[in-house]
């Protein structure tokens, strides 16, 4: 058991590049990290790794046993998540990657419901607004706003994504309200930065899309920013509807052009293929989809 304890840690911090990353996500610290390495190479009797103040490489002997190693790790997860999918409920320390204004927004609900139904799954839930990146050994799942470029990870719908035009009505009461996408451009605009199309809103018009520049002054690359700047009238916002749910049902933004709505891909739950995920996984994943089906329409 030790060895494969050290086997562990041994491709992990090759995965991750560096002891400080490694003992990071295998929640122990950089010593031991370091001496579980180094207790495997003593028990192997060669150097797995040259060291450096700055970075560490594979020597020629520890590029065969990462390879290996690799293997084994994989195998014995899967073993492992079989196992528990048949012998116990789902336990574990589980972490779910979001973007900020989704998770914030509608995370919170599903997954304390999550707990209380398995109490043995301590979930940890990170929001970052990077547009899409892989999923790394240390998030078991994530969610991301479609289309996502071509990856071999796996992904499930949630809900799908619609984006709309909205602004306070304190604007309004400034302006004459726009009847056409063409008309934004002579209006006052916050634009959202990690929109994934550009410069461009994009609108539909008889099943064609409708691209619009709009003047925008002030950008923000946080969607609940966007959000907070509309409510506050400075103009207006294309924003998908979830984020706009509630600011509408309390009357602090106005839906505007509804006619030319476009629907913008899914909201997506990604995870890596493998032909068995933990238990803990595959529970949270089949618990949140069927949450988001029964609780959130948009």
Known sequence: MAVLDALRVFVEVVKAGSFTAASRRLGISKSMASKRVASL????????????????????????????GLRIREE?????AQVQSVTARPRGQLKVSAQV?????????????FMRRYPDVAVEILLE?????????AVDLAIRMGPLPPSSLVSRPLCKVVYGL?????????????VHPQDIRDHDTIFYGNYDLGAHWRFSLNGQPLDIEP?????????????EAAKAGFGLAYLPTFAA???????????????????????????????YLPDKTRTYLDFITDWFRENLVL
Do not use: C
């Open 245 to 275: 749910r509630s600011p509408v049902a309390e009357g602090q933004l106005v839906p505007l052009l509804q006619p030319y709505w476009n629907e913008h891909g899914s909201m997506l739950v990604l995870f890596r293929s493998r032909k």
């Open 101 to 113: 204004s989704f998770g914030f927004m509608y995370l919170a609900e599903p997954t304390t419901a």
């Open 166 to 178: 909205y602004a306070a009505p304190e604007y309004l009461a400034r302006v004459t309200a726009p």
């Open 76 to 80: 014995l997860d899967a073993a492992e």
């Open 215 to 227: 003047n925008s002054r002030l950008v923000i690359n946080n969607l609940l920013g966007v959000v």
């Open 129 to 137: 607004d990077q547009r899409f990146e892989p999923i790394d050994d």
């Open 41 to 68: 190479e003593d028990e192997l009797g060669v150097n797995l790794l040259h060291r450096s103040t700055r970075s560490l490489h594979l020597t020629e002997a520890g590029q065969i046993y990462y390879e290996h």
